[in-house]
Every structure is written in structure tokens, then in C-alpha cells.
């Protein structure tokens, strides 16, 4: 205790150890006692609390290192938890263990085994996460970067990570069970008591390892040397991210390393925590921000806080720990406690912590019962299997699973026989899903009560795993096992809109990034554009593989709307938003200096031209500056747009006012013009200038004015010269540039120049221009004519020509008339009559206005075709014939020469049929009852004239034509002409025609010529079949046309003959008859047919109702066998004869009956040898057959004898007695049908069955002889 207390004044650590402290209390003693004095001093607290806790630390690991043994005093341990719990005054002295209550582990204490370090994943080590769990009313101290200690109060969750992938191994403490717990993937160690143990003190946690290669618990990461590896370090998103329940107040908490160097008793332990990599210094460093806000906040700063009462903050039931938070932050560790806390371990994979879920309302239930509960229905919930995945397309997947079911166990298995049988409430499923590998972080794809989902949004192939996990009432079983499947490839994803990367005034160029292509390859890329028409309408401007495109031949200042898309060997991906992009331009060039138009009192009305060189699609806007004498303000602008006038409005009378425009574009503003002010006159202005502001000491006596013509500058003429202070300067050009500058001399000397002033004299209208001359020879109709520029153009371009004409007609003349305004210089002038005189005149104008007209151009105008005739009169003289008749038209200036009438059926088809000097025509061979079209032409050197109107009549109506085609009518398509009846070929022909042309007059009637037979007269019919002939006759028949106006023309003649009668039927015979067939015979001829029969047959039977006949052949052969009969049975047969004259009538009525069947063929007999000279022979029965009994008849032959009957009646079996042994027997059978009326039917006898010899047999086994059946042989 002395020494204690002076290390602690050694170090400036304030020290009140009581006076009735024992003398030999230790360190751990007196710090025990430290912790129950109140605290004064929170500072020093901390420091005199950090530097005990270091120097307990290193006694734990000297004590490790040397393996000495101690006492029971020496060995006591406490719990960390308990150590900095009760702060301040003596909160927490109930609770903290006394030093002889205190026991160390034995060795024998079992070891629970960390779990595996996660595998490798994305190239980087594995890291686990540890999260010790601080319980309301203790408190965890943990070192910062910066070497200061930090206390964090439960109840609060600490991650502590390990960049080495290795968990620390976790010793149960006598009294406590150990188990483990998997959920979402977290292994979760809780170490719970014992319910029949009662310890009588706190259970240790620092004691000795049960093996010399096991690191002891260690007290705390910051009172520990460095290790060879590196320690757990706290993580981000730690306990500052924690809810604000968990981070209320400090207490202690326990974390265990891997490995304690020899030398770890180094003096107070403050050598660094660790060794952290860059990733795990930051996230430290933002949960020590975190941590420090979330501190101050709460009010407690850095320091030690007063902490809440034990009493007034319970701990939390088992079953609230065991739902209150998620599978991620369960903490790791153990700690010797009542039985209501626990100490739970859970490690999770990659150094990711899991959010905590919500804690669920405390539960009044018994702590025990509901533990076991819910570790029972845990258990049940783990059950579920892995999920089933199907229909796997691109972007989704159905996943199936089956709910969890209760395992079967044996009677003796307690804890299975506790979980129940069925869940007490629904189950719901939470779906999760990885794409970082099995062991990576899962997602929540779903969560419900449903047993099947289709996840969806998910990404194109690519490697999932999958598992289901099952909730009842927010208590979570252990995930199922993973199952893995990869989505399908699908065309690429849309890529972003092409960006430009350079332009210029006619080229762009664009560059893109490459989407993700999901799977396949991107093979090329589709580039499109709107070629700058800005409709949406786009075209494709490239297509291949690269990621960028130089786009040529662009117009300048102008917008191309641009869209993308990628394609590969699933398909093209849909195009990107469309991007305008737009080519570089020029700022436009400074314009003329405006101009005066109209000067009012208070206002002046202004003028300036568009920039020469402009395009005229670029869009220009002027900005007009104006100065006003005096003021000393400068340029100020008045006007901003794009008219090229305007009128400035409130100034001053009698005052002098300056202008200049400048011109702007998209691309930036232009020079401004040259400063304008006052009027200035086509050939002179008025200059003036003032004074020097400084005149150097003596006056100025005299001014000299230069000028210069031109931009340039280059040549200066002195214009005047004298004490006047402005001058008219006259004799100028007008529409050109002036520079005028002045100087002063006096006695002094001469001054410098003045600055530039440039004046722009206005254009005057151009001079006249001489008359224009016509180029080649003058048309008929058209005369084009040429001029010059005029000899003056008053000091502007000449931007236009008007050309005026007038029609000489005599002594009358037309007035003028404007026939081209334009700027070209030349014209032709159409529409004109010909061998007319015409007169032009042409004047020319500039910006100023038109000049004045030039002397009159004569001009003639040449020859022309003849006008256009009226139109043709046409009469008509027959049906057939017409007569066409015109007139001569105006012959402009030549004589008709030859006169063209075209004529046809059609106003499109119309042919020349007449050309000539003549102005009739008579038009002969045309169809009556026809509208016919014709005009007429005139002809003279000039060439033809217009064609007349179309002129039209109709010829009047006629007889019909003749009928143009008459041919035979099929026989089949006779019984729909009439309704007499079936007409016969024989007797009868059929005719069919087309109807003629009636010729304007409808037809009335048909008569039909046989030649010497009266004409027979049908109807308007176009079918008729004529009657009453004679059979294999010709006749030679024509048709006529009959209307009102008459009968018209016979057509061809056609030659028909009418065909022969048809055959009278044979006579029917059988040839040949069975039980089955009948065999029928008629006529004579060959068996077979040949191509030249004609003639052919039609039999028929009558069906067995007796109501119709049905036919059985129809053919040209002579037999027919007639099969499939039923015996002792009367058939009904007739025959027909037909060839191509018709079918002949049906033959009588012929009845052939078929005889009675014979019994079918019996099996052969089997054989049973009685004894040596006897044997039963038996056979199969065969039944009654229509009621005739059967009886049987069995023959026998010895050797080779002839058969002979044995054995004729009813029965299946006889014993033939008699027999030789030294002879071999056949035996055979048939069956015979007793007819009611004889004679019987016999039927065919069986195969043959022999009984062989007693000397072809061999000896039986008991030595004699036996008699056996040799195999049936079959019987002809």
C-alpha cells in the first residue's frame, strides 16, 4: 500500500487511500478501494483509474509469462464490467465483489473453439468484427489514436475489429454453460449460468489459461503492449451510430487478444494500441468524431458522467437480448453476471456491421421459461431449408421454399421434445440475396408470408447466392444454406448521351463511355443525328466499335441534336437522351455607322445596315450607344435587338448627340461602327472640333484639318487651314469612307494630332443605265435580254434592276409594266405574242433608292405558231359513218400550212387520222352506238399550234353483232339450263355463247339455226340445250342476235353430234361361292381391263335393311368377288352397263345365296398311355354353330397302314384299346357339323400325333419301359 501510494505521487496522481486500509492490500485491493471513494476531481479520476488498470495488467501477463503459483489471496480476479460501474459516490459498491469472494479458473475449464475466419474476398484480408456488449449501468474504456482514454456507458454495443481474420478463444467460468447461436449468418456465443448452480461469490474472468500456449483474458486493448499481430480496433459506424438507447452511460466490458508478447509486462503498459491500415484509421477516427458529438450532446463531455442507478435501470430479460437486437450486433465476450445478463459473442464477416433491429416492449414473463421458449422456437425456425430457384431470366428469378418442420428425435431428446410441434403465430420468410460470393454481404430482397417470390431488378449475369430466413412474431432462425444461380445475359444497358470533346465551325467531335455491356460483348455502337433539321427525325451517322466519332462537313453557328446506343449479340440497348450540341461561329464585323433618318425636337430617328459578309441564317442583334455632349458619361446604350432601326426618344432640344452600333451574335459581340453624329450629306459633311484643354502657355492661332480617303489612313490631305473651329468639308464621293483628324499651331509649336474620326458619306440612287440589248434571235413568244451596271453607282452596290415593258400596237401603245425586279443582269421575258413590238426600259437601285430609266430597247418578236382552232363539228351520216368540219384559226404572222385532225373512243388515246390542207373530213368503219372524241391542229413554218378543244359525239344505234363465241356446255351444267328434267346426251346437246354488242339498243331474243330443222328462238338467254334430237347424229348450229332495230349477223358455225344410246345391262352369274364369297360374273371379255374399254359396269348390292342398294364396283372388268359374307345367307345383286353415250338402264334383280360354313380345324389331339395296349386320346371342344350340334370323329393309323376310323360321336376324349407296343400309333381329329337339313359339313382333320414305340423309347428311371407322345406332325 506504501509503495502504491508513492508510485502514485511519483507520477503527480492524486492519492486518498482511507487510514483503515489493510497494510497488505495489494494493488488490486487498493483500487478497489480507490473505486469506492467519492470523486472530486473527474480528471484525475480518469487518470489514476487508466494508470491502475495498466499496472494490473502487467502484473497479469508477468504472471502468465514466469507460470508461478499462487495463492487463493494472490489469485483473485474481478470483473471488468465491475470496475469502473459505480463512479460516482459508491453508485455501484453493492456490486462490487469483494477480494476474498473472488475464484480463479481451474485448468480443467472447458475451451469453446472460435469459429472459422471468413475466406478472401475482392483480393483483401479477411477482417471480423467482434461487438462487446455493454449492459445498462457499466461503462467500457477503450484508448483513441491520440492516446486518450475513452469511456463508453451501457447499455451500448462496441464493434472491435480484427484485421487478421482471428477470433479471440472464449473461456467458460465454473457455473456457466456455453451455446451457440447462428442467426442471419452470425455466430453468436451466449455464456449463460447454470440453473442448479449457486455460486457463493462473482465469477472470475481474469485467471490463467488452462493452456500455456492460450493468451489469459486481458483487462483491455489500451492497458496491453502491442502484439505481434494487430489488436481489435474499434470500427465506424460503431457505438456512435448505435441508437441513442444504447449509449447512455458508461461502464467496462471486456476484449480478449490472441497472443501476449514475453515482454507485455512492460512499465504501465502505454505503448500503442495497435498497428492500423489506412481503411481502419478512418472509420476509428469517425467513430471517435461521433462519439465525442453523441457525448457532448448528452451533457457528459469526455468525462466520467454520473451514472444512473442500478436499481432504476434493470437489466434486460433474456428474451428482450434474444429479440432487441439483430444478428450483427450481439457483442462478443463473457463476463461473469447475475442471471439476468448475458454475455454474448457474434463475429461477423468483411468488418460490416449489421444495423440493430428494434428493440422489442419488455415481456412480464418469467426470464427462464420464456428463454427456453424461445430457444426452443429457434430452433424450430432453423429448420427451414435452402430455397429452390427457377424461370431464371435476366433481371429475375422465382425463388421457392418450404416452411420449417420439427425434426424427429427419440424420446430421450429433451430439448427437441420441447420445441413445438407448430410455431405459436405465422411465420413470415425474409429473402436475401448476395452478389459479392457466398460469405459476402446479403440484402433484403424480400420479406412476407408468402412461400414463392420473383425477385426482380436484379443484374444481368451475374453470380447470386440466396438464402431464406424465418421470422415468428420478430424472433429469427438461423438463415438457410445458400443457393447459387447466375441471371442470363441481355443486351447492354442505355448508355449516357455522347459528349463533345472538340468543334470547330464544320466538324464535332464526339466521344461516349462504354455501358455495361450485361454479359455479351458490346460489338458496335449505333450513333445517330437529326442531320440539324431539328424535326426528331434521326439518322444513323455511324456504326462500329469505337467510343468515338468525328462528325464533317457541318454548317457553322449550327445545332445537331445527337443519341447513342450499344449493341451486341442479345440485341441493341434502347438509345440515350438525345444531346444538342452545337458548331463554333464568328462574332459578326462592325457595321457602317448608322444613319440620320428623321430629327425631331425631342427625339432622332436611326438607321444602320446588317454587317456585310453575314450569313443570312446567322440571328444578329445590335446594341446602339449614345452620347451626349457634356455630360462626360460616354457611350451608354439605348438600344438592344435585332431591328435595324430606332427611334431615340426624350433628349434635349438643340442638343448634340453621338451614336455607334455594335453587332453581336451567339458567339460573342463585334467592333463597334464608326461614330456618327449630325447629318451628313451624300458629298459633304460638317466637321468640328474644340479648343485643347491645354494650350502650353500661349494662344492657339490657327487649326489644320486633314482628311483621308479610305480606312487605311495611308494618304492625308491638309483641307483646311485657320482659327475656325469647323469646317465644311464638300467635293466628297458618296457611300464612302473618310478619316478626319485635326491639330492646333501656336507660338509654341504644333500639337499632336487629334484622334481619328471616321465619316461614311450616304449612297445617292445609281445613275442611269444603258438600254438593254436582246440576246440572239427573238422568239415568237419570248425575247431575252442583257444589260450593264450602271456608269454610277452613288457610292453603294447595286442591289437591284426593274425592267419595264410596253406593247406597240399601232399608234395605240400600252402602259408600262414592271416585267423583272432582280439583281441579275440579264432576263428573259416570256408570254409574249408573237410578231408583235415591244419597247423596254431599265433602271437600276442601290440602298439609296432606284436611279432613273435608260433610253427605250425596240425589239419585234418573231413568228409563232398558229392560235389554237375552235373546235371541230362533227355530223353523222350512218351509224358507221361522220363527218368532221373546222375552221382556220389566226396564223401569228405565217400561213397555215397543213391542218392535223386527231380522233379516238378515248379523250387519251386519240390518233392523227387526217392530215392535210383541208377543213373537212368524213370518218368512215366506226361502231354504232359509240361516243367518239376528235380536235383539230394548224401547221405553219413556226411550227403546230395549240390543239383545238376536244369535240365529242355518239353514232347512233343498230342492229346487234355477231355473236363472237359459241361452244358446247358440259354435260354437267345441263340440269342447271332447264327444269324439264335429266336431259340425255343421246337426245340432247348443250350450247353456251357470249353475248354480242347490241349496238346501242338492248338485245331481245336469240334464234338458233340447225340447218334444216326450223330455227328455234330462246330468250336473252346465254345457255340453252336443245331437244329432240337424234342419238349419233351431226348437226352444224349458228346463232343470231335479235333488238328492236332488227337481227344481226349469224355467227361461225359449230359442228356437235349427239352420242350414241346407252348399253343394256349383261346378264349376272356365280362362278364361284363359300360360306364367305361369292364369286359374280357378267358379260364376256377379258378378266382384266384395257385402256380402249369404253364400255364399264356398275354393280350393286342391296344393304340389309332392304331399302337401297349400295354400290360394290364400278369398273370395266367382267367379275367381281364378293367378300366378307355371313353363311346360309341370301344376297340381292343387280348390274348397270354405261359408257360415254350415258348410263343404261339397271338389270333385274339377281339372288345368290352362300352355303353352310364347315367346322374350323381342331388342335391336335393329346395323348395319356393308360398302359402297354392303351391310350386316351382327347381334343378341344368346338361349340354349336348356329345351332347345328357338332360331333367329332378320331382316326388312328398303325405304322404305316392307312388311317381308319376309331372313334365317331360327341365326345372330347377316347381310350383306344388294342394297341401293339412294338408299333408306333398316329392319331388325328376333326370336327363335324350336323346340318338340320343334310348332308353334314366335315371339317378339316387336326396335325397328326404320334405315339411311339416302346423300342424307341429308352428305359425309364426306375427301369421299366414308358410310353410317351412324340411331337404332332401336321396332316395334309
Known amino acids: 500500500m506504501q509503495l502504491l501510494h508513492q508510485e502514485l505521487q511519483a507520477k503527480h496522481l492524486p492519492c486518498h487511500l482511507p487510514a483503515d486500509l489493510h497494510p497488505g492490500a495489494g494493488r488490486r485491493g487498493c483500487f478497489l478501494v480507490l473505486l469506492r471513494q467519492p470523486v472530486e476531481n473527474e480528471e484525475a479520476f480518469a487518470s489514476v483509474n487508466l494508470y491502475m488498470l495498466n499496472l494490473l495488467a502487467s502484473d497479469l501477463m508477468l504472471q502468465h509469462k514466469l507460470g508461478e503459483k499462487q495463492s487463493p489471496r494472490q489469485q483473485q480476479s474481478w470483473s471488468l464490467q465491475r470496475l469502473h460501474a459505480g463512479v460516482n459516490e459508491g453508485a455501484m459498491a453493492d456490486h462490487t465483489p469483494s477480494l476474498e469472494s473472488s475464484q ?42 491520440d492516446g486518450q482514454f475513452q469511456c463508453i456507458t451501457g447499455p451500448a454495443q462496441v464493434p472491435m475489429m480484427s484485421p487478421n481474420g482471428s477470433v479471440p478463444p472464449i473461456y467458460v467460468p465454473p457455473g456457466y454453460v456455453s451455446q451457440i447461436i447462428e442467426e442471419n449468418g452470425v455466430r453468436r456465443v451466449l455464456v449463460l449460468p447454470q440453473p442448479e448452480y449457486h455460486p457463493g461469490g462473482h465469477s472470475p474472468l481474469h485467471a490463467r489459461p488452462p493452456h500455456a500456449h492460450l493468451p489469459a483474458f486481458l483487462p483491455h486493448p489500451a492497458m496491453i503492449p502491442p502484439p505481434p499481430h494487430p489488436m481489435y480496433t474499434g470500427v465506424a459506424g460503431g457505438a456512435a451510430d448505435m441508437v441513442s438507447q444504447y449509449i447512455p452511460q458508461y461502464h467496462a466490458a471486456h476484449i480478449f487478444s490472441e497472443q501476449v508478447l514475453a515482454d507485455s509486462h512492460a512499465p504501465h503498459g502505454r505503448q500503442p494500441l495497435m498497428h492500423r491500415d489506412e481503411r481502419a484509421s478512418k472509420a ?61 459473442a457474434a463475429v461477423t464477416g468483411k468488418g460490416k ?166 454479359g455479351s460483348k458490346i460489338q458496335n455502337y449505333i450513333l445517330q443525328w437529326d442531320e440539324g433539321k431539328g424535326k426528331g427525325e434521326f439518322e444513323q451517322c455511324y456504326y462500329g466499335p469505337q467510343k468515338q466519332y468525328r462528325v464533317t462537313k457541318l454548317s457553322p453557328a449550327s445545332r445537331y441534336s445527337f443519341r447513342l446506343a450499344a449493341k451486341n449479340d442479345m440485341g441493341i440497348s434502347g438509345f440515350s437522351e438525345a444531346i444538342d450540341l452545337c458548331t463554333s461561329g464568328s462574332v459578326p464585323a462592325p457595321p457602317v455607322s448608322p444613319e440620320l433618318v428623321q430629327a425631331g425636337v425631342t427625339w432622332l430617328s436611326l438607321r444602320w445596315q446588317r454587317p456585310a459578309g453575314s450569313p443570312t441564317e446567322d440571328e444578329i442583334f445590335y446594341v446602339l450607344d449614345m452620347e451626349e455632349e457634356g455630360l462626360g458619361y460616354g457611350f451608354q446604350p439605348r438600344y438592344d435587338g435585332d431591328e435595324l432601326s430606332c427611334t431615340i426618344k426624350n433628349l434635349h432640344c438643340s442638343t448634340k448627340y453621338k451614336f455607334r452600333v455594335l453587332a453581336y451574335n451567339a458567339e460573342g459581340k463585334g467592333n463597334p461602327s464608326p461614330v456618327a453624329e449630325g447629318r451628313v450629306q451624300p458629298n459633304s459633311f460638317r466637321m468640328s472640333w474644340e479648343p485643347p484643354s491645354d494650350d502650353g502657355g500661349s494662344e492657339v492661332t490657327e487649326y489644320v484639318a486633314e482628311i483621308s480617303e479610305g480606312s487605311n489612313g495611308a494618304l492625308w490631305e491638309l483641307v483646311y487651314r485657320g482659327p475656325a473651329l469647323e469646317y465644311v468639308c464638300d467635293g466628297l464621293k458618296p457611300g464612302s469612307f473618310y478619316q478626319t483628324r485635326v491639330y492646333c499651331i501656336s507660338e509654341g509649336g504644333q500639337s499632336p494630332v487629334s484622334d481619328t474620326l471616321q465619316v461614311q458619306t450616304p449612297s445617292v440612287p445609281p445613275g442611269p443605265c444603258l438600254p438593254p440589248r436582246v440576246v ?13 451596271c450602271p456608269l454610277v453607282d452613288g457610292g453603294s452596290v447595286t442591289s437591284c434592276y426593274s425592267l419595264e415593258m410596253t406593247l406597240r400596237d399601232g399608234a395605240q401603245a400600252e402602259e408600262h409594266r414592271e416585267v423583272y425586279q432582280g439583281p441579275e443582269l440579264d432576263c428573259t421575258i416570256s408570254s409574249l405574242l408573237p410578231g408583235k413590238a415591244y419597247s423596254f426600259r431599265l433602271r437600276a437601285a442601290n440602298k439609296a433608292g432606284y436611279g432613273p430609266f435608260s433610253e427605250r430597247c425596240e425589239v419585234t418578236t418573231g413568228a409563232g405558231a398558229p392560235e389554237p382552232c375552235r373546235a371541230p363539228h362533227v ?31 378515248a379523250e387519251g388515246s386519240m390518233q392523227v387520222c387526217y392530215s392535210g390542207t383541208g377543213v373537212s373530213h368524213e370518218m368512215k368503219g366506226l361502231n354504232p352506238a359509240t361516243i367518239y372524241f376528235c380536235r383539230v391542229q394548224a401547221v405553219n413554218v413556226a411550227g403546230p399550234g395549240p390543239f383545238s378543244d376536244v369535240a365529242l359525239c355518239q353514232t347512233p344505234c343498230s342492229v346487234p353483232a355477231a355473236v363472237g363465241v359459241v361452244q358446247a ?26 353475248p354480242p354488242c347490241d349496238n346501242g339498243a338492248e338485245i331481245t331474243s336469240y334464234l338458233i339455226d340447225l340447218g334444216e330443222r326450223q330455227p328455234i328462238a330462246v330468250g336473252t338467254v346465254h345457255r340453252y340445250v336443245i331437244q329432240h334430237l337424234q342419238p349419233d347424229t351431226s348437226y352444224r348450229i349458228r346463232i343470231q342476235a335479235l333488238n328492236a332495230l332488227g337481227a344481226g349477223p349469224f355467227s361461225h358455225t359449230l359442228k356437235l353430234k349427239t352420242k350414241p344410246l346407252p348399253p343394256q345391262p349383261p346378264r349376272l352369274e356365280c362362278t364361284a361361292f363359300s360360306h364367305q364369297t361369292l364369286r359374280l360374273k357378267w358379260g364376256e371379255g377379258p378378266t382384266k381391263p384395257t385402256a380402249s374399254d369404253s364400255l364399264q359396269y356398275q354393280l350393286q348390292t342391296e344393304d340389309r335393311n332392304g331399302s337401297r342398294f349400295i354400290s360394290l364396283y364400278r369398273g370395266p372388268c367382267h367379275t367381281h368377288k364378293v367378300q366378307r359374307l355371313s353363311e346360309s345367307t341370301s344376297y340381292t345383286f343387280r348390274i348397270q352397263a354405261f359408257n360415254e353415250a350415258g348410263e343404261g338402264p339397271f338389270s333385274d334383280v339377281y339372288t345368290f345365296t352362300t352355303p353352310r360354313s364347315p367346322p374350323p380345324p381342331l388342335k391336335a389331339p393329346k395323348i395319356e398311355r393308360l398302359d402297354d395296349h392303351a391310350c386316351e386320346v382327347s381334343w378341344e371342344a368346338v361349340p354349336p354353330m348356329k345351332g347345328d350340334p357338332i360331333i367329332y370323329t378320331l382316326q388312328c393309323m398303325m405304322g404305316n397302314s392307312d388311317f381308319k376310323q376309331v372313334y365317331k360321336g360327341p365326345a372330347t376324349s377316347f381310350q383306344v384299346p388294342g394297341l401293339q407296343p412294338s408299333y408306333e400309333h398316329r392319331f388325328r381329329a376333326c370336327a363335324i357339323r350336323q346340318c338340320q337339313t343334310p348332308p353334314d359339313l366335315t371339317g378339316p382333320y387336326s396335325a397328326t400325333v404320334t405315339l411311339s414305340s416302346q423300342r424307341s423309347e429308352g428305359a425309364g428311371p426306375g427301369g421299366g419301359s414308358t410310353m410317351s407322345a412324340a411331337g404332332a406332325r401336321g396332316w395334309g
Open 104 to 145: 480463479l479458473l481451474s485448468p480443467d475449464i472447458p475451451l469453446l473453439a472460435p469459429p472459422h475466419p471468413p475466406n478472401m474476398a475482392n483480393g483483401e484480408g479477411p477482417q471480423q468484427v467482434i461487438l462487446v456488449q455493454v449492459n445498462p449501468g457499466e461503462a467500457f474504456t477503450i484508448r483513441r489514436e
Open 284 to 344: 476509428c477516427e469517425r467513430l471517435q468524431k461521433k462519439l465525442k458529438e453523441r457525448q457532448g450532446g448528452a451533457g457528459g463531455g469526455g468525462g466520467f458522467g454520473p451514472s444512473k442507478d442500478r436499481g432504476s435501470s434493470p437489466p434486460p430479460s433474456p428474451q428482450k437480448n434474444h429479440r432487441g437486437s439483430s444478428a450483427a450486433g450481439v457483442p462478443n465476450g463473457v463476463g461473469g453476471k447475475t442471471e439476468h445478463e448475458r454475455a454474448i
Open 353 to 518: 456491421q449489421t444495423a440493430p433491429a428494434k428493440p422489442d416492449p419488455c415481456t412480464e414473463t418469467e426470464p427462464e421459461e420464456l428463454d427456453e421458449e424461445s430457444e426452443a422456437l429457434k430452433s424450430l425456425l432453423s429448420t427451414i431449408g435452402k430455397p429452390t430457384v427457377t424461370d431464371v431470366q435476366a433481371r429475375t428469378a422465382l425463388l421457392t421454399w418450404a416452411a420449417p418442420v420439427a425434426p424427429e428425435s427419440d424420446e430421450s431428446d429433451e430439448e427437441v421434445q420441447k420445441s413445438p410441434a407448430k410455431p405459436p403465430q405465422p411465420l413470415s420468410y425474409e429473402v436475401t440475396l448476395s452478389n459479392s460470393g457466398k460469405d459476402g454481404k446479403y440484402k433484403t430482397a424480400y420479406s412476407g408470408e408468402e412461400l414463392t417470390v420473383t425477385t426482380e431488378d436484379l443484374r444481368p449475369a451475374t453470380d447470386y447466392y440466396a438464402r431464406v430466413q424465418a421470422v415468428c412474431d420478430r424472433l429469427q432462425g438461423s438463415p438457410s444454406e445458400s443457393v447459387s444461380f447466375t441471371t442470363l445475359s441481355c443486351e447492354p444497358d442505355t448508355p449516357s448521351a455522347p459528349r463533345k470533346t472538340s468543334g470547330t465551325k464544320s466538324t464535332l467531335a464526339l466521344q461516349w463511355k462504354a455501358p455495361c455491356d450485361n
Open 776 to 788: 440572239g434571235k427573238p422568239k415568237a413568244r419570248e425575247v431575252q435580254l442583257r444589260w450593264g
Open 875 to 905: 355530223g353523222c351520216k350512218s351509224p358507221t359513218c361522220a363527218v368532221v368540219s373546222w375552221e382556220s384559226p389566226p396564223c401569228n404572222g405565217a400561213q397555215v400550212s397543213e391542218f392535223r385532225l386527231e380522233w379516238g373512243a
Open 969 to 994: 356446255l358440259r354435260e354437267s351444267e345441263w340440269g342447271h339450263v332447264e327444269e324439264v328434267g335429266p336431259p340425255s346426251p343421246s337426245f340432247c346437246l348443250g350450247l353456251w355463247w357470249d
